[in-house]
């Protein structure tokens, strides 16, 4: 361990001094030389890091318990969350995009399967916290949301935009947990543009979202909770056989690959290091990831309410925006609507929107430190940093207008019963279709 230490110091002191040629030749070979221990140093080291920050979100959750144990429990999911997206490269962008660029519709089978998990397991919590719904009621801790023009021009939008950036929000949140530069200019576009719809909130309530209804389908038309979620179901079903159509229109073929057979571990610690491998070092399939996505959105709903990730995002935007005058910091109507906009006026630093945004970014950090994943990355075009800004610009605005993004408006939204799920996610189809057609102008 000293020797490792030994040579990580030497190599990094030997980087920082610009060593001329004769001295810098012997430096390279010997870099080469010793990659393999210097790479298990830095390896250790990601790891080191990891397990350090893992310690202190698990002491973090302790004191957000003291305050509030609601709070506690959607930290650890939400982390537990950010953990899942990193390590399966759990992408509601790419599941979409791949769609129409390669005509690969594996990532959109992971989302399918996470939005058939929470389904099944929202239908018991919604029965239980609202057991016969009569017409226009609804759970107000579900992600049950107006339904209109609005709907329609917020996935649009945001399915442009996800696609332009190269994420979603969630799979930009991650991202910048692994230290894509890109990603970070798109987080800032997307404040940029929660601070647009901020700005011009009055036109839309007053004009549009006011207006609109909420439909919850067990109360329309007296479908019932075991109506809705066969629907809900069905509906997925079909989304999956038009997977499928588009994969066998491009010859796509899925191939698995099996891993060599070694030796079985002979001993307990064997098989110890084996599972912990595979659970905190290796990646995930896309298809694991979504059963995890599936579950961990059933643990938030039991503790609070479905996972959004821009609650957070919103709620300083709104501060942003006060400090430099472009609204008074209040939005009209907010306190009737749920979602992620729901809770955004919560006070204190430490709350619901806090816990599940810092909380995704907290987990996926730890996940790409595990998998010794983390570096900073710099695009090396030019033209990248736009697309960043743009479609983060697009997408803050458009998760503003929809009271949440893929995971609050789509992902949460169809679990819940809510007929403004499955608008979203059609415009959102519609959307990522016109994000291909830009990328591939742009090359």
């Not at 080191?48 to 893992?54: A, D, E, K, M, T």
Request: charged share 10%; with cysteine; proline share 2%.
């Amino acid at each position: 361990m000293k020797l490792r230490g030994f040579l990580q110091f030497s190599l990094n002191y030997l980087e920082d001094c610009n060593t001329e040629t004769p001295n810098y030749l012997g430096f390279f070979l010997w870099k080469n030389l010793m990659m393999n221990n210097i790479n298990k140093v830095q390896i250790n080291r990601q790891i080191s890091v990891g397990l350090f920050l893992l310690i202190i979100g698990l002491f973090f959750s302790s004191y957000i318990a003291s305050i509030n144990t609601s709070d506690a429990a959607i930290w650890l999911a939400a982390c537990a969350l950010g953990f899942t997206l990193q390590k399966s490269r759990f992408c509601f962008a790419s599941s979409f995009r791949d769609l129409f660029l390669f005509g690969s519709g594996q990532n959109m089978k992971g989302v399918l399967i996470a939005l058939t998990v929470s389904s099944i397991g929202f239908i018991g919590i919604l029965n239980w916290i609202l057991p016969n719904p009569l017409a226009g009621e609804y759970p107000s801790s579900a992600h049950v949301l107006p339904v209109g023009l609005s709907t329609i021009v917020a996935g649009v939008l945001f399915g442009v935009g996800m696609v332009i950036s190269g994420g979603c929000i969630s799979g930009t949140i991650y991202r910048v947990a692994e230290g894509y530069v890109a990603s970070v200019i798109t987080l800032f576009g997307v404040i940029i543009g929660s601070i647009l719809l901020i700005i011009t909130w009055d036109f839309w309530w007053v004009n549009f979202i006011s207006n609109e209804s909420k439909i919850f389908l067990p109360s329309t038309y007296s479908l019932g909770y075991g109506m809705s979620l066969l629907l809900t179901l069905i509906g997925l079903f079909i989304i999956y056989i038009l997977v499928l159509f588009f994969e066998s229109k491009s010859g796509i073929v899925e191939y698995k690959i099996k891993d060599i057979k070694s030796q079985e571990p002979e001993n307990l610690t064997d098989k110890l290091k084996i599972s912990i491998h595979s659970v905190f070092i290796k990646s995930w399939s896309i298809k694991f990831g979504g059963l995890s996505v599936g579950f961990i959105s059933i643990v938030y709903f039991l503790f609070h309410s479905p996972p959004g990730v821009t609650g957070e995002i919103m709620k300083q935007s709104l501060t942003i925006s006060k400090i430099f005058n472009f609204s008074d910091g209040v939005l009209s109507g907010i306190g009737s609507l749920s979602g992620c906009l729901g809770s955004i006026e919560s006070s204190g630093i430490i709350s619901h929107t806090f816990v599940s945004t810092v909380g995704v970014f907290f987990g996926a950090l730890i996940s790409a430190l595990f998998s010794n994943e983390f570096k900073i990355r710099k695009p090396k075009e030019i033209k990248r940093y736009y697309q960043s800004l743009s479609g983060g610009v697009m997408m803050g605005y458009s998760a503003s207008l929809g009271i949440g993004c893929t995971i609050g408006a789509f992902l949460s939204a169809i679990p819940s019963l809510s007929l403004s799920g499955w608008v979203f996610g059609l415009s959102l189809f519609f959307g990522s279709f016109i994000g291909t057609k830009i990328i591939r102008r742009l090359g």
